[in-house]
Structures are given as C-alpha cells and as structure tokens.
C-alpha cells in the first residue's frame, strides 16, 4: 500500500507558476513511473507529465516547455513546476504511481484554478 499525499494547487492569474508536491508514504525508488494527471470539469482524466524508473520523463504536448517534472529522492517527493500558466491548464491535479506488480496508486487531488 502506498499513501500519495499533494499539495501546492491554488488560485493563480494566467502567466503565473505553481509548484506541486506529492508525497509518499514510502521510497519513490522502487516504484515503475510516477506521474501526474488532470481532470478538468467535464473532462476525462489526462496524463500531464511521467517519469520511467529509466529516468525518461514525457510530457503531454499541451505542457511542454511549460511544465517540469522533477524528484527528491530523500524525501520520497515528486514534484510539478507550472509555469507561463494558461486557464485551460485549470484541473484538479492528481499523482500516480505504479509499483512493478503494475498497481497504481493515486493521491486525493489539488485543485488549480488559472484566471484569465
């Protein structure tokens, strides 16, 4: 059983940056990818940006050079760094990780909320 805990949604004008952060309640190096999905009012959930345990991270085209998916090992973080914020970039932003055995584990959600 893995525990995701996120923070870091909010309230942002468009242009502007959030950062998100998610949790674990155990070590990020043993898990196949981790990544992070949105789901927008009406909308199906979508894959924003996953990093392999290779290392190799992608990125949905709508985000790239926008967004940035980063890792703190010690302290069992991932992170999404959003900038140049756009108000269709507005989701509740989940975290994913999958462990080698293939189950996925999601956290509770962040809401971001970008104003034109």
């Known amino acids: 059983q893995v525990q995701l805990v996120e923070s870091g949604g909010g309230l942002v004008q468009a242009g502007g940056s959030l950062t998100l952060s998610c949790t674990a309640s155990?070590?990020?190096?043993?898990?196949?990818?981790m990544g992070w999905y949105r789901q927008a009012p009406g909308k199906e959930r979508e894959l924003v940006a996953i990093?392999?345990?290779?290392?190799?991270?992608n990125y949905v085209d709508s985000v790239k050079g926008r967004f940035t998916f980063s890792r703190d090992n010690a302290k069992n973080t991932v992170y999404l760094q959003m900038n140049s914020l756009r108000p269709e970039d507005t989701a509740v932003y989940y975290c994913?990780?999958?462990?080698?055995?293939?189950?996925?584990?999601w956290g509770q959600g962040t809401q971001v909320t970008v104003s034109s």
């Open positions: 155990k070590s990020i190096l043993g898990f196949n990818t």
């Open positions: 994913n990780v999958a462990i080698m055995t293939g189950i996925h584990y």
């Open positions: 990093r392999t345990r290779f290392g190799i991270t």
